[in-house]
């Protein structure tokens, strides 16, 4: 069982940056894939960018790359995602998510979400 927990949203201005933190609890954290999605008011939750447990591989939405930055501590059960660049499209609710499935993009696929966190860029 793994439970997770985001935080580090707030407001930004266009251009700024924000990390966001997803602290878990549970054993298993270091063998799990991590994933950041997000939800936009009136849209569907979309992938963001995920890491690996076995080689910390990174893959990421083409509407982020090159200005997001997904991590992990596997230490201190702690996945980040920096945010740079930022633009008023990013504005959403962000979710961390878990799942043992190598190289997941759905989230249908992950097993466990925290609550959310809310982001919202200024333009």
């Known amino acids: 069982q793994v439970q997770l927990a985001e935080s580090g949203g707030g407001l930004a201005q266009a251009g700024g940056s924000l990390r966001l933190s997803c602290a878990a609890s549970?054993?298993?954290?270091?063998?799990?894939?991590m994933g950041w999605f997000r939800q936009a008011p009136g849209k569907e939750r979309e992938f963001v960018a995920r890491?690996?447990?076995?080689?910390?591989?990174?893959y990421y939405a083409d509407s982020v790359r090159g200005r997001f930055t997904i991590s992990r501590d596997n230490a201190r059960n702690t996945v980040y995602l920096q945010m740079n660049s930022l633009k008023s499209e990013d504005t959403a609710i962000y979710y961390c998510?878990?799942?043992?499935?190598?190289?997941?993009?759905?989230?249908?696929?992950?097993?466990?979400w925290g609550q959310g966190t809310q982001v919202t860029v200024s333009s």
């Open positions: 998510a878990g799942t043992p499935t190598y190289g997941s993009l759905t989230a249908a696929v992950y097993r466990y």
């Open positions: 549970g054993r298993a954290f270091g063998s799990y894939t």
């Open positions: 890491i690996e447990w076995t080689d910390s591989s990174t």
